[in-house]
């Protein structure tokens, strides 16, 4: 449905997004972890057609076999409002603080399928209780400041289904929530991505998260995707040392160990610090801050590797385990 | 040896927007009769989502605002019953570390001048020697003491932010969310940094996040609160181990533990 080859996001001389290739199914649940600066929240804008102007763009999209190097805006336009939506994190700036929820989910009902007033109300309607919002009839009349963090995200849900989207990508979507709130929105995106067979791109920073929603997922640092696979396989054995960095760094929820003298053990970390886009290592992005780095790393970019079934890494030195 | 931090039964409550003219506003009850008690050295972690009170209780720790009922000691002193410059004075002993670093630095002043900050307090002409110390302990250099905040990524500013707790020498640091708006691998290492500056100063620690898996990993005791009330309180392997309340295992699966 949704395929990207080689695609590559420049800003001049530095690199945001270095030859990225996935395929998007339908019903498909792709998790996209990494930091600030890994590139996953341009990868999301290209997919929506709103990468930067001033970036510059290689590679090609398809969707559904369509090349979208030729797409007009408008052609764009018509894409977003039916086949591609998008949620962010911060649920509060999205909505319109002037505007009652129901309105705001009505607008494009009336406006993209053309239904009457009453007919978009029914819709709106439907898809409130679809979103686990209780008395949607009087939600529908209220204003965002009047609706907790987790409603207000479910409102925009109920937003982003209101023209049955192909694609939903949730751009840290339960980052701003609270915990036990992220995990019910997290749940409700698994439901309504298999009720809907509709492909997830679930993009975020909390690994976690990620895990409980997603089926696959690619791993980010640097522009580069430098880990894909099944979640599973790839969260228990971990094929790219940065993938490995970054599991190891997540603290677990128990406590650090004490030894005799009473000193605690610390967290494995990765060393430095993410270079600027500018400032990238040619070879392997992770160059540099990499525990198993050979000299050719830093320079000669590796080859893809594949750790298992439908498993790739970027890596001159994948995991043994991983491998085996 | 009495606790550096003794909290007994301290309740703060704020009225709430009035909703009707003839009735009296509804009161909330943002901290209900909280008690812990802290040891030189100790880290004590108190975890809650938004509105469960931990923040207010930080505040009321640093004596930023005051308790309705009860009363916090500090090293044997109640804080709250200390004349103005008394409190100044003890205030060099207690610092807080908060979650935005860039929100908390001056934009146009150098970070040297910011991290002595605290000193000038009780000093009108803080050393420069206890500005750069605190940089390099922070794992900065002293020479950074003449740059501004935008010059440094997000976890540097966090180190700063660091440094200006620790130039006083305090024996207590309140961390609230410090490291919640940091990257997972900057995260780790601010949580170590932390460590080594507990182990280094023999600091203590009062710890406040959402997230339980980041409280947990660096915490002896834990406490719990939702809505203003204290769930659960004690050492915290014990409650991760076998949490005795619904909402402390929710926290645990969220954690993805």
Known sequence: MFDLTNL???FGPATALRE???????????????????????LALCLMGMAPEAATLSGTLT??????????????????????????????????PLSRVGDTVMDPLRLHLGLSKQAARARALDLFAEVGIPDPEARLRQFPHELSGGQRQRVLIALA???????????????????????????????????????LLFISHDLAAVARATSDIAVMYGGDIVERGPTRAVLDSPAHPYTRGLLGARPSATALPRDAKGKRARLPTIPGTVPGMADLPKGCRFAGRCPVELPRCASERPAVTK????????CHVPSKEALA | MTALVEAKSVSRHYRMPRNHLLRAPEMLTAVDSASFTLNRGETLGVVGESGSGKSTLARMVMAFEAPDSGEIRFDGTDIHALGASDLRRMRQRFQMIFQDPFGSLDPRRKIGWSIAEPLRVTQSEAPSHKTAEALEQVGLRAADADKYPHEFSGGQRQRIAIARAIVTRPDLIVADEAVSALDVSVQAQILNLLMDLQDELGLAMLFISHDLAVVASICDQLLVMQHGKTLEYGAATQILNAPAHPYTKSLLTAAGA
């Open chain 1, 8 to 10: 590559s996001v420049h």
């Open chain 1, 20 to 42: 990225a290739s996935l395929t998007i199914r339908p019903g498909d649940r792709l998790g996209i972890v990494g930091e600030s600066g890994s590139g996953k929240s341009m």
């Open chain 1, 63 to 96: 969707i559904d076999g369509r090349d979208m190097a030729d797409a007009t805006e408008r052609d764009w336009q018509a894409l977003r409002a039916r086949r591609v939506a998008m949620i962010f994190q911060e649920p509060m700036a999205a909505l319109n």
């Open chain 1, 161 to 199: 289904l209101a023209c049955d989207p192909d694609l939903l990508i949730a751009d840290e979507p339960t980052t701003a929530l609270d915990a036990n709130v992220a995990l019910r929105i997290t749940d409700l995106l698994v439901r309504l991505s298999a009720e809907r067979n509709m492909a």
């Open chain 1, 307 to 314: 750790p298992g079934p439908d498993r790739s890494a970027i």
